[in-house]
C-alpha cells in the first residue's frame, strides 16, 4: 500500500483529480427523479463487472423501489483520491477501501460513524450479523466505520498432483504425500522434500517460499502465536522474542537456498493471472493465497480444475466428486506450534462514508442491501470468497464457486483468526514491514537488526501521529 500524505493541504488538485478520475465517458445515465449516490470502488477488470452487477440489481430492484440510483466508478488509487475529494468537500457517497485503510480515515475524522445507521436499517446490522473478527474489524475505538463488500482469509494451497508424483521422496523423509503439513516444521520438510533443480542445478521447483508471493510474508506472525502491537501501551513491539522467531524463519529459506537462488527463481516466474502463475505452473508446491485463487484456476487453467477443454464446471455437483477431479487443494496454514490450531489472517475490504457525503442514509441503504445474507452470498460466490456474515446458507457451502470455501469459512470463525493490528499508520507500518523482510530474506540484516531499526522509526511516527491527534482534539473542542 502507498503512504497517505497530509493530503489536506492538497485541496487545489481536488478539482484536477476529480475530473481526471471521472470524466464524462465513466458516468452512467440517471433516471430522473432519483437520489443519485455516486460509489468509487477500487477493483478493476473481472472483479469490478462482478460488482457492477450487484450495483445493477440494486438500481433495478431495491434502489428502484427507494428511489435510489448508485452511480459505479471503478477508480485506481481510490485512498489517496477519497481524502483528497474529502478534504476538499466532495467525497462520494461510498467508497470502496482496504481494511488498511480504514483505521488511518476514522482517526483522522475522514469517515462517518454508522452505529446510528446499522442500529436503524432493517433489519438492524448488529454484532451478531457479522462473524466476530470481522465485525471487530470494521471498528476503531469503540465505533463502526465501516461494513464490508467482501472479505477473505489466508489458507495452503497445495498441488495435490505434484505431491503424488514425489510420494517417494516425501515418504523417504518419512512424510505422508496425501495430506498438507500440520506445522511449520513440517512444512520446512514437504519443502524441501519437493524441490527440484535442473541439469545446470538452478532450482526449478520450490516446495515453498515465505516470499512468493509474499503476499502475507507482512503477517508471518500471526502464524507464530505473536504481535507487532501493544495498543494497551500504543507500543510497537517488532522485537518481541516470536516476532524475532517467525522472521528468522522467513530468513532461514535465505540460508539454506541461498538469497540468490531465490532471486534468480523469482525472476522466472510468470504473471499473477496468468497460466504461468507460479502455483498453476508447477514451479511452486504449496503457497499462501486466498480463497479467489480458485477463481484465477478456473478462468486461466482450468485443466488444473480436472476440466477437459471447453467443459464447465457445474457447482451443482457433488462436493467430493469436484474435489476428487482437481489437481489442487486447500487447507490451514500451519502454525509453529502444533497446539494452535486454524491460524489465519482475515482481510476485508470495506464499504464506507466519507464525511461530507450528500447522501448518507441512502448510501446507507445500498451497504445495507450489499449485506443482506442473498446479496453477499451471491457476490462473494462470483468473487469466489467466503462470506463475512454469521449465517450463510447450505447452497453457498456445498454449491460455491470455490469448492473449498468451507475451509475459508471455518478458519474466518476461529478463535485464531486475525485481523490488522489497529494502528492508524498501518501503511507506514506495512511499508517498514516489506523494507525490513527484503533485508532479511537478501541476507543483508539480520531480524533482530532491520525489526529494531523499523520499531524506532515506527514508534516515532506513531507518537508524532499521536501527538498530532491530540493537538486536532484540543483545537476542536
Not at 451478531?128 to 489458507?155: F, M, R
Not at 524441490?195 to 538452478?202: S, V
Not at 473449498?404 to 514491514?433: C, G, H, M
Amino acid at each position: 500500500m502507498k503512504h497517505v500524505k497530509p493530503v489536506f493541504y492538497a485541496l487545489l488538485i481536488v478539482p484536477a483529480i476529480v475530473l481526471l478520475a471521472f470524466g464524462p465517458s465513466s458516468v452512467a445515465p440517471v433516471p430522473r427523479g432519483r437520489v443519485i449516490v455516486d460509489y468509487w470502488e477500487k477493483w478493476t477488470g473481472t472483479e469490478g463487472a462482478q460488482m457492477k452487477q450487484i450495483v445493477d440489481d440494486f438500481n433495478n430492484t431495491a434502489g428502484r423501489e427507494k428511489n435510489i440510483f448508485v452511480r459505479f466508478v471503478s477508480t485506481a488509487d481510490i485512498e489517496q483520491k477519497t481524502l483528497v475529494a474529502t478534504a476538499g468537500g466532495v467525497p462520494p457517497d461510498i467508497a470502496g477501501l482496504y481494511d488498511g485503510n480504514l483505521d488511518q480515515y476514522a482517526a483522522m475524522g475522514a469517515l462517518m460513524p454508522l452505529d446510528d445507521l446499522a442500529a436503524h436499517a432493517d433489519p438492524p446490522i448488529t454484532a451478531q450479523t457479522y462473524k466476530p473478527i470481522y465485525w471487530e474489524g470494521c471498528h476503531y475505538k469503540n465505533h463502526l466505520y465501516a461494513l464490508i463488500s467482501t472479505p477473505a482469509d489466508v489458507a495452503l494451497h497445495y498441488n495435490v498432483k505434484l505431491m503424488r508424483e514425489n510420494a517417494v521422496a516425501l515418504r523417504a523423509a518419512g512424510l505422508d504425500p496425501d495430506r498438507p503439513p500440520r506445522s511449520i516444521d513440517e512444512l520446512d520438510q514437504y519443502s524441501l522434500a519437493l524441490e527440484h533443480r535442473n541439469a545446470q542445478g538452478n532450482l526449478d521447483r520450490a516446495g515453498y517460499l515465505p516470499t512468493v508471493p509474499g503476499w502475507y510474508t507482512n503477517q508471518t506472525f500471526f502464524w507464530f502465536g505473536a504481535s507487532i502491537w501493544d495498543a494497551g501501551r500504543e507500543k510497537f513491539t517488532l522485537t518481541d522474542p516470536a516476532v524475532l522467531k517467525a522472521f528468522d524463519w522467513v530468513q532461514s529459506y535465505s540460508r539454506r537456498l541461498g538469497a540468490k537462488t531465490i532471486t534468480d527463481f523469482k525472476s522466472g516466474l510468470g504473471g499473477f493471472d496468468t497460466p504461468q502463475n507460479e502455483f498453476m505452473a508447477g514451479q511452486v508446491v504449496m503457497e499462501q493465497q486466498g480463497p479467489w485463487m480458485a477463481n484465477f484456476i478456473y478462468n486461466q487453467l482450468p485443466a488444473m480444475d480436472g476440466l477437459k477443454p471447453g467443459e464447465i464446471d457445474d457447482p451443482s455437483q457433488p462436493l467430493a466428486k469436484r474435489r476428487a477431479r482437481m489437481d489442487w487443494a486447500v487447507a490451514p496454514f500451519p502454525s509453529a506450534d502444533p497446539a494452535l490450531h486454524e491460524v489465519t489472517y482475515c482481510a476485508f475490504d470495506t464499504l464506507v462514508i466519507p464525511v461530507g457525503a450528500r447522501h448518507p442514509k441512502e448510501a446507507f441503504d445500498f451497504i445495507a442491501y450489499i449485506n443482506r445474507q442473498d446479496v453477499m452470498e451471491k457476490l462473494c460466490n462470483l468473487h469466489s470468497k467466503n462470506s463475512p456474515l454469521a449465517k450463510v446458507s447450505d447452497a453457498f457451502l456445498n454449491h460455491s464457486k470455490n469448492p473449498y470455501i468451507d475451509v475459508f469459512e471455518k478458519l474466518a470463525r476461529s478463535p485464531n483468526a486475525r485481523i490488522l493490528p489497529q494502528v492508524p499508520i498501518w501503511t507506514e507500518v506495512d511499508d517498514e514491514l516489506t523494507n525490513a523482510i527484503d533485508r532479511i530474506a537478501l541476507l543483508k540484516a539480520t531480524p533482530l537488526e532491520a525489526l529494531t531499526q523499523a520499531q524506532e522509526r515506527l514508534q516515532k511516527h506513531y507518537d508524532l501521529f499521536a501527538a498530532r491527534q491530540r493537538q486536532r482534539e484540543a483545537e476542536r473542542k
